[in-house]
């Protein structure tokens, strides 16, 4: 892992940009100097680790005590992206601006994405929890579909929080019963990209005995400030 860049911002936390292979990345961490438990936070379906909404997530969960990181997986943000991916992205557009179903261009476009994706986060974690400032357990915040097979296959995962507004492929979703980690799930109710039955059904499927829903009024951006908060508590109950 290699540092490219550092700021020391306002509140304290240290926000620091790096490159592990050819995976860039950031890391937020708090002012204090104790080891502090990490969140690995991931945008729905792959958009920017730049995303301003997930920027000032990260940061408001570090000043809450955590270490935070996010990447940019393979075909993601500023990395190159492979022919079939950008006629998935095109095909994508043209068939939600023609208003047709895209559920089955979704499938093919995402999967194979969170399967790339995982082994990604997994060598990222590795390297994390070598550092001095952070000292574990580890917690998820973000996209569901890739949080779901991390649940799966990555032990090191305590608790995680998903927001429900991301298309989660048909392997995610029979893979959610083997999911036993405490989990709290954010829905919006008036999601016009994500069907609420469907996420509804998803939420039932978890295999954990232990997971909260959180439904708000509004579309698919309108996810109130105050949840950001009440995941924070969240993830204070399982990794401090």
């Known amino acids: 892992m290699h540092f490219t860049s550092e700021q020391r911002l306002d509140d304290g936390v240290l926000e620091r940009e790096f490159t592990l292979g050819e995976i860039p990345g950031t890391l937020w961490t708090p002012g204090s100097a104790a080891p502090a438990p990490l969140i690995l936070m991931a945008h729905n379906n792959g958009l920017p680790k730049a995303q301003p909404r997930l920027v000032a997530r990260a940061r408001q969960s570090a000043a809450y005590g955590y270490a935070v990181a996010t ?13 079939a991916d950008e006629q998935a992205r ?3 557009r043209r068939a ?33 929890l070598a ?7 580890v917690g998820y915040s973000g996209w569901m579909a890739l949080g779901i097979r991390l649940a799966v296959v990555e032990p090191r995962i305590a608790a ?10 048909s392997a995610q979703r029979e893979q959610a019963r083997q999911v036993t980690i405490p989990l709290l799930v954010l829905l919006q109710w008036d999601d016009e990209g994500n069907p609420r039955q469907r996420a509804l059904d998803l939420f039932d499927a978890f295999g954990t005995k232990e997971k909260t829903l ?19 508590r969240f993830f204070g109950r399982h990794l401090k």
């Open 160 to 169: 995680a929080g998903f927001f429900a507004g991301g298309y989660v492929p």
């Open 214 to 232: 959180h439904a708000n009024m509004g579309g698919h951006t309108g996810t109130p400030w105050f949840e950001v908060e009440d995941g924070n």
């Open 90 to 92: 095109a095909d994508l």
């Open 71 to 83: 990447i940019d997986a393979a075909g993601c943000g500023d990395r190159p992206r492979s022919a």
């Open 131 to 137: 550092l001095p400032e952070i000292g574990g357990p």
């Open 96 to 128: 939600m601006q023609a208003g047709e179903p895209v559920d089955e261009i979704f499938e093919s476009f995402i999967g194979p994405l969170v399967e790339k994706a995982v082994p990604e986060w997994q060598t990222t974690l590795d390297a994390l």
